[in-house]
């Protein structure tokens, strides 16, 4: 236990991970809060971006103290001329464009003012940074992997029409495959999200030791409603970050090839989406019964307002953390096979599975016309997210796995 209180972390993200908005802040905001509460020493360096700015307002005072939070901006804008000539790269443009000088100055002047024990890497988008890491410092550099990132990718194109754009996503898809693949001479450790991603890192990189350290959550900020029971008329409900290209793919197809069909069984459900930056191509549909709430002030009182939680996810890698917070809920959750995977669910256990337009319009009558197994899966879901993903238990781990890096 000394080591554990002369651990010093620092801990780099590709944006800023307070305030915890979407899948990939909350998971990097509860590993930093977990490695606090265990006594761990932590620094955070973040990119701030387009996308993602630092909201100083919604950041407490206590967080900046303890976490030493610093960031430097960074424009990581898609832009159409380099992401061309990228398509006829070996390299990958979308790692190259998180790369920043002024960041990476910033991780030299933090390593040269202070020693680290572990220089910890929060998605394949941090790695441009190892070169630098390496030449200031001594510490272990351990990557912890959201996705297998080309895999993302490999599923888009596989799902997309247009034959250009597949085209275009095929390529991306490679060189995200190359770089991952490249990554086994860079790095001391992966800390992957979940088992297949681990086992994809174990595979390419069979001499870096890998461990898997899911998404972890405090159950006590998840309490579900009692005595649950869906109505008669259940409220369906999506509710994700919608600048994150998945969560569109999987949307628009539930409202085009899913969502009739509901409907034409269960005139009276309603289908309720909500997640920050909805594109105007969702959020200007009419389909009947649909209501797009875009974002709301807080996410759990949003999922225990309605019934039953829909993630039809397409192309994806790691794990879904809505679903994890969603079922800490007790929530009925139907989900695609990628949607649940990486999560050792049960179908029709604890979560129901339906990668079909007829299976999900099965999965809702089930729903509707046996509200006792609603509750049953609701109970068994938040029982598994206790057992599986008690954020406690996981920093520990993840703990014991730098140790066993610094030997």
Request: proline share 6%.
């Amino acid at each position: 236990m000394k080591l554990l209180h002369k651990m010093k972390i620092l801990q780099i993200c590709p944006k800023p991970p307070f305030p915890p908005s979407d899948g990939g802040t909350i998971a990097m905001n509860n590993l930093t809060q977990g490695l606090l509460k265990a006594g761990v020493s932590v620094k955070v360096l973040a990119l701030e971006t387009p996308k993602h700015s630092l909201q100083t307002n919604n950041i407490p005072n206590s967080y900046i103290e303890k976490t030493q939070l610093e960031t430097v901006y960074a424009d990581t804008s898609v832009r159409v001329p380099a992401a061309a000539r990228g398509l006829f790269s070996r390299r990958s443009y979308q790692v190259d464009r998180f790369y920043s000088k002024a960041f990476a100055a910033k991780i030299a002047e933090v390593l040269k003012n202070g020693e680290y024990d572990i220089v910890h890497l929060e998605s394949v988008y941090t790695t441009p940074y190892i070169p630098v890491i390496r030449q200031y410092s001594k510490a272990r550099i351990v990557l912890r992997t959201h996705n297998v990132e080309h895999l993302i990718w490999q599923r888009m194109a596989r799902n997309e029409q247009n034959l250009a754009k597949r085209w275009a996503i095929k390529i991306f898809s490679n060189q995200l495959k190359r770089y991952e693949c490249s990554l086994e001479s860079q790095v001391d450790g992966f800390a992957a999200i979940s088992t297949p991603d681990n086992q994809f890192f174990k595979e390419i990189c069979p001499q870096v030791p890998c461990s898997v350290i899911p998404f972890g959550i405090d159950l006590d900020d998840y309490e579900p409603e009692e005595d649950y029971m869906p109505s008669d008329k259940p409220e369906l409900f999506h509710i994700g970050s919608m600048d994150w290209m998945p969560n569109v793919e999987g949307v628009e197809w539930f409202l085009d090839e899913v969502w009739p069909s509901i409907l034409q069984e269960f005139p009276e459900v309603t289908f309720t989406i909500a997640g920050r930056k909805i594109p105007a191509e969702i959020s200007r549909r009419t389909d009947r019964n649909v209501v797009v709430a875009g974002e709301v002030a807080s996410a759990n009182e949003f999922m225990l307002s309605k019934d039953i939680m829909i993630v039809p996810i397409l192309a994806g890698s790691g794990i879904r953390v809505k679903i994890i917070e969603g079922m800490a809920l007790g929530k009925v959750i139907i989900t695609t096979t990628i949607g649940a995977e990486g999560l050792d669910v049960e179908n029709g256990k604890n979560i129901l599975i339906a990668d079909t337009p007829e299976e999900f319009v099965s999965a809702v009558e089930k729903c509707v016309k046996t509200p006792d197994l609603c509750a049953i899966l609701g109970e068994n879901a938040r029982n598994f997210v206790s057992l599986n993903h008690n954020n406690e238990q996981i920093t520990l781990k993840l703990i014991d796995f730098y140790r066993s890096l610094l030997g």
